[in-house]
């Protein structure tokens, strides 16, 4: 299943958003075991938790809604996704077909 998924670090208190076409659990195992890498940003905690996950129609709309999500640079926005479902049914209908 394709998903964009938001992280959270509590160690660092930021988010992370990225986008997966297979298990998310093993997506976010990688990212605290640094398997991406220890010059990526999630490389800068180990403690990275599912904030919230958005199963997308295909994985190229799960690359759309996360440069959506990206696009809005604020914690802020994250956490209104997570407090409002409509914010985030609203942004997926946006980000459904280009």
């Given amino acids: 299943m394709p998903y964009c998924y938001i992280l959270h670090s509590d160690k660092l208190d930021k988010f992370y958003t990225g986008a997966c076409n297979g298990s998310l659990e093993s997506?976010?195992?990688?990212?605290?075991?640094?398997?991406?890498?220890n010059h990526r940003f999630t490389a800068t905690a180990d403690d990275w938790q599912l904030y919230i996950s958005i199963e997308t129609?295909?994985?190229?709309?799960?690359?759309?809604?996360?440069?959506?999500?990206?696009?809005?640079k604020s914690s802020k926005y994250?956490?209104?996704?997570?407090?409002?479902?409509?914010?985030?049914k609203k942004i997926y209908n946006e980000t459904k077909e280009e």
């Fill in 57 to 72: 129609v295909n994985y190229p709309h799960a690359i759309r809604l996360e440069k959506k999500i990206k696009s809005m």
């Fill in 78 to 88: 994250i956490r209104n996704l997570k407090e409002y479902p409509e914010l985030v």
């Fill in 27 to 37: 997506r976010i195992e990688k990212h605290n075991n640094h398997s991406y890498g």
